[in-house]
């Protein structure tokens, strides 16, 4: 079979899953020491494992969602290898949250059988999708921050952390890129396209604070040299968000930031009310039918 496109590719049935991993279908994790690393907490390992994959988990669902609704084809291409990407950092930091707290669960059981306070996402990742200027908006933001989150990473003390880190880094550079170019074309565009990119970035600038908040987990681990503090990651985030709006003749949005539920958000598993619906379209066939296999 030569491969020469992606049909014939696609009758290959030698390793299907690799299909849901992204790009580089080579096991980042292979020669790994898979161990939980001595003096950390297990549980703790799996909760900051289970807040960075549901990031992802809940932002590729969302950008399935724009199949066959992106401006040009190529878009939709972009868009749909993005959610791609993302969903195979989730599938590898859900399994390592199953080993690292001993119980053995799988990535299936993290994102089909739990419920929605269970889900430690920020809650920007789960805003309902909105227009393309949104979409933009979304993971300028959200690709900037996991990007200084993952560069850190790859120095963490878990061996395991840090190879889906370096992984992670290479696939985020270009999620930024993309989202940057879009946003300059769009802001620095037409008057139109300039007012709705900026009134895209308004919307989801109040979710932005929350990013930068660490929950107790993450404060434990990052003083243990496994996790990042996200707090320490601010200054780069704005640095990079400052030249991309400078360059799409935008202007960082004013605005204050979302309150808390019971001074907890996404971390603390209390999340806006589009959160249930998105899981309900996430978990159906699951739960339907648990056990079957496909």
């Known amino acids: ?148 989150l993952f560069q850190r990473l790859t120095t963490s003390g878990d061996p395991v952390l840090a190879a889906i880190a370096v992984k992670g880094v290479k696939e985020l550079t270009y999620h930024r890129d993309y989202a940057a170019q879009w946003a300059v074309r769009l802001g620095d565009g037409t008057p139109y396209s300039h007012d709705r990119m900026q009134e895209a970035l308004t919307a989801v600038w109040p979710y932005v604070d929350e990013l930068f908040v660490a929950h107790e987990v993450e404060s434990r681990l990052a003083e243990a040299g496994i996790a990042v503090d996200p707090a320490a990651v601010r200054e780069e985030f704005d640095g990079v968000l400052e030249q991309v709006v400078q360059a799409a003749t935008l202007a960082i949005p004013e605005v204050p930031g979302k309150a808390g539920v019971a001074g907890g958000s996404g971390r603390h598993g209390r999340h806006t009310e589009v959160m249930g619906y998105l899981l309900a379209e996430l978990q159906s066939v699951a739960r339907a039918h648990p056990e079957a296999t496909w």
């Not at 960075?52 to 749909?80: K, M, N, Y």
């Not at 993302?86 to 690292?100: D, I, P, S, T, V």
């Not at 789960?126 to 908006?137: M, T, V």
């Open 1 to 148: 079979m030569s491969f020469d496109n992606a049909y014939e590719a696609l009758i290959d049935a030698h390793d299907d899953s690799r299909w849901a991993f992204g790009t580089g279908f080579e096991d980042p994790l292979a020669g790994i020491d898979t161990s939980v690393p001595s003096g950390v907490d297990g549980s703790d390992l799996a909760a900051y494992c289970l807040m960075l994959g549901d990031d992802v988990l809940v932002l590729s669902h969302r950008l399935q969602q724009w199949c066959t609704f992106a401006p040009e084809l190529e878009d939709e291409v972009a868009i749909a290898n993005i959610g791609l990407d993302l969903l195979g950092q989730a599938r590898l930091l859900l399994a390592r949250a199953g080993k690292a707290d001993g119980s053995g669960r799988g990535e299936d059981h993290y994102a089909f059988f739990r419920d929605e306070h269970e889900f430690r996402n920020v809650r920007l990742a789960e805003l309902e999708r909105g227009d393309f200027g949104l979409l933009i908006a979304v993971l300028l933001v959200l690709t900037t921050w996991r990007l200084a």
